[in-house]
């Protein structure tokens, strides 16, 4: 029992002594926050020669050399010239960093050792601020983190003024083009190291920040602008000067060329040569030639005199300059050849002429030689290449009067150049062509007259007609011709003018053509004769029509072919009756048949030519009382042997058809009918021979 209480007495011993500890934590927890949370003044004696800061202007300040002044040291915020001559008094910084916080709640003297980098901010993050007023330097109250606590800093005096800074900004140049590269060279007194220069360049570009006091700038537009750069130091800004750069608008060089760059000509001939250089319209230029001897000249063209001139190769040089001092130059070669004379002559088919049209020119060279070559220059900046040809064709594709020459050659020797011809090219006048026909309605076997014209007038123009018919003419000098359709039919006449290369074409003439009542009629003479004895035929056309070829049958087998003849002679050789015809035809298509002609081949013996005479005589007495008698009789009644109207029977109809004829047939002869499409009157043609039946006139 009494082990147990002398436990309980030394466990309420240990909780006495716990309750008393906690006491006085908490009494001194209550003392340290009474005293940390208020401001304590001190005077704690700082080391002037172990501190280093940086001023505003940059890395130049004066300070008194200290143990630790080394290489770098020097790189976190000294200068590269620096005096060690100087004293304590001469300090000055404008902000620094120290770390005062181990020092916070001490008095005495206090050693300060500055661990600041030369941007002036301490690696710690605590800020000790200084300030700066003309000839003294004076130490003011401040915070130190992280408590609210406050160090008197002793104020010092006679503190040297820091020297002005100036800048300086100069430029390569004030005058640039657009795009034109201008640099830009700042200068600083005194000179700092690593300051950050802002540039404005005064055309709106972002200001630029950089380390370097040279920079190059690009200007794109034409105007004025106003340069300056300016250094930003602890929120004190310093300004350089302005410099004024003016930017023109950028012009393109101009460019010497001149033509031709190779020249020969026999000595006493005048040389002429032609500047072709290129420059801007509104910019006044200068030309100027220079050539063999002394011999100068200014302005689009140069003659040379060749008469006092060696056979030799000479430079010709052009130069040109504008109004901006820009420049170009150029060079040529005349050769001057012996006395041997060359001609050569150009001609063109026309002096005037619209644009776009074939310009054809001609080169002739005297005396005439092999193997030469002609090269033209047409007077529009083109030429041809060096060709054997002497003949070529061009286009003009501008209006405008252009000068074009030739010059020839031989083994690579420039023999002659020729004249000069003038060429004025027109702007293209629109033409308009017209056709017209004397008649519009004709037959198939008449001709129809075409005329036609060209407005504005104009010469050497050719024309083609085209028909209709799938028939044209060749290319004609006058709008006039006349035409034979073949065919029925309607056809589209047309006119094509041919200017150059243009073509032109005219309105429509609409021709009907229609099939005409052709016939044909065949004679004979003499249509009774013996075997071996010549009979001659003749045809005839109603109406008469030029260009018809015949074709004679004269039934015995024997055929003349197709000729233009209407005559034909026939000798039969056999007795018999023969049935003779003749066709025609235009262009190649049959037209009509004509009437069967019958002639009569018979054989006669000499022991019967009296017989045959009596018998012809009582023939011709009895013959002529027939005739009187059957005359009389056809008084009062109409012929039966000869109708205009012949019936037809048909294989496949068997009714009658009427058929009108413009002829009399007699009973007993053949008649061919030809089947045709018109619905007027018709031919009708068979292979078989009709029966004709007679009939009686109602």
């Known amino acids: 029992m009494m082990v147990k209480l002398k436990s309980f007495n030394n466990g309420t011993l240990w909780i006495k002594y716990g309750l008393w500890l906690m006491a006085i934590v908490f009494c001194l927890s209550l003392y340290a926050l009474c005293v940390l949370g208020q401001s304590v003044e001190g005077t704690p004696g700082l080391e002037i020669d172990n501190i280093r800061g940086r001023i505003q202007t940059g890395n130049a300040f004066y300070y008194q050399p200290s143990s630790d002044d080394t290489s770098t040291a020097r790189k976190q915020g000294q200068p590269s010239g620096h005096q060690d001559a100087l004293t304590p008094e001469y300090f000055a910084v404008d902000r620094a960093?120290?770390?005062?916080?181990?020092?916070?709640?001490?008095?005495?003297?206090?050693?300060?050792?500055?661990?600041?980098?030369?941007?002036?901010?301490?690696?710690?993050?605590?800020?000790?601020?200084?300030?700066?007023?003309?000839?003294?330097?004076?130490?003011?109250?401040?915070?130190?983190?992280?408590?609210?606590?406050?160090?008197?800093?002793?104020?010092?005096?006679?503190?040297?003024?820091?020297?002005?800074?100036?800048?300086?900004?100069s430029a390569n140049k004030d005058h640039l083009w657009e795009r034109e590269t201008a640099r830009f060279e700042v200068r600083m007194s005194p000179p700092y190291r690593n300051i950050r220069y802002q540039f404005n360049f005064g055309d709106g570009t972002e200001n630029i920040r950089t380390t370097k006091p040279v920079i190059d700038h690009v200007y794109y537009k034409k105007g004025t602008y106003r340069v300056f750069v300016s250094v930003i130091l602890n929120d004190r800004s310093y300004t350089s000067n302005l410099i004024t750069i003016n930017v023109d608008k950028s012009m393109s060089r101009p460019v010497a060329k001149l033509r031709p760059e190779y020249l020969a000509v026999v000595q006493g001939e005048k040389a002429l040569f032609e500047s072709q250089s290129t420059y801007e319209t509104d910019v006044p230029v200068k030309e100027f030639w220079s050539g063999p001897g002394d011999q100068k000249a200014t302005g689009r063209m140069f003659e040379i005199d060749t008469n006092q001139l060696q056979p030799r190769r000479y430079e010709i040089v052009l130069n040109i300059i504008d109004n901006y001092k820009q420049s170009d130059r150029t060079t040529a070669i005349l050769e001057v050849l012996p006395s041997v004379k060359y001609t050569v002559v150009l001609d063109a088919n026309y002096h005037r002429i619209e644009q776009n049209q074939v310009l054809k020119l001609k080169a002739s060279l005297t005396p005439d030689i092999q193997n030469e070559e002609y090269r033209f220059n047409f007077g529009d900046g083109t030429e041809s290449a060096w060709a054997i040809s002497s003949m070529t064709e061009h286009v003009y594709l501008l209006p405008g009067i252009y000068r074009a020459f030739v010059a020839v050659r031989s083994k690579d020797q420039i023999l002659a150049t020729s004249n000069v011809i003038q060429i004025e090219v027109t702007s293209k006048i629109v033409y308009t062509v017209f056709l017209e026909a004397d008649k519009k309605n004709l037959f198939i076997t008449e001709s129809v007259n075409f005329t036609g014209n060209i407005q504005p007038v104009r010469e050497r123009v050719l024309y083609q007609f085209d028909f209709g018919d799938g028939m044209r003419s060749d290319w004609l000098q006058e709008p006039e011709t006349s035409h034979r359709y073949s065919n029925s039919g309607i056809y589209d006449a047309r006119l094509t003018a041919k200017i150059g290369d243009e073509l032109i074409r005219s309105n429509n003439v609409t021709i009907t053509v229609d099939m005409a009542s052709i016939k044909v009629f065949l004679e004979a003479e003499p249509t009774h004769i013996e075997p071996d004895q010549t009979v001659t035929f003749r045809a005839n056309h109603e109406p008469t029509i030029e260009k018809v070829e015949y074709r004679f049958i004269f039934g015995d087998g024997g055929v003349r072919d197709w000729s233009h003849e209407a005559m034909a002679e026939h000798i039969y050789s056999e007795p018999g009756n023969y049935h003779a015809y003749v066709v025609s035809r235009i262009d190649q298509k049959n037209v009509s048949e004509s009437n069967p002609v019958i002639v009569r081949i018979t054989r006669h013996s000499q022991g019967r030519s009296l017989w045959v005479g009596i018998s012809a005589g009582l023939f011709a007495l009895f013959g002529g009382g027939g005739y009187v008698f059957l005359r009389m009789k056809r008084l009062r009644k109409t012929d039966k042997h000869f109708k205009q109207t012949i019936q037809v029977r048909p294989h496949k109809d068997m009714g009658l058809q009427h058929i009108e004829s413009d002829v009399s047939v007699q009973t007993g002869f053949e008649v061919q009918l030809k089947s045709v499409l018109d619905s007027g009157k018709q031919d009708i043609e068979t292979k078989d021979h009709l029966i004709i039946e007679e009939q009686e006139e109602p």
């Not at 300030?131 to 130490?139: E, G, I, P, T, Y």
């Open 97 to 169: 960093t120290w770390d005062l916080t181990p020092y916070a709640n001490k008095t005495g003297q206090i050693r300060v050792v500055d661990e600041s980098a030369g941007d002036g901010r301490h690696k710690n993050s605590c800020d000790f601020g200084l300030l700066a007023q003309s000839r003294k330097f004076r130490f003011d109250k401040i915070l130190i983190p992280p408590d609210d606590r406050k160090i008197a800093i002793p104020s010092r005096d006679d503190v040297r003024t820091l020297p002005e800074i100036k800048l300086f900004l």
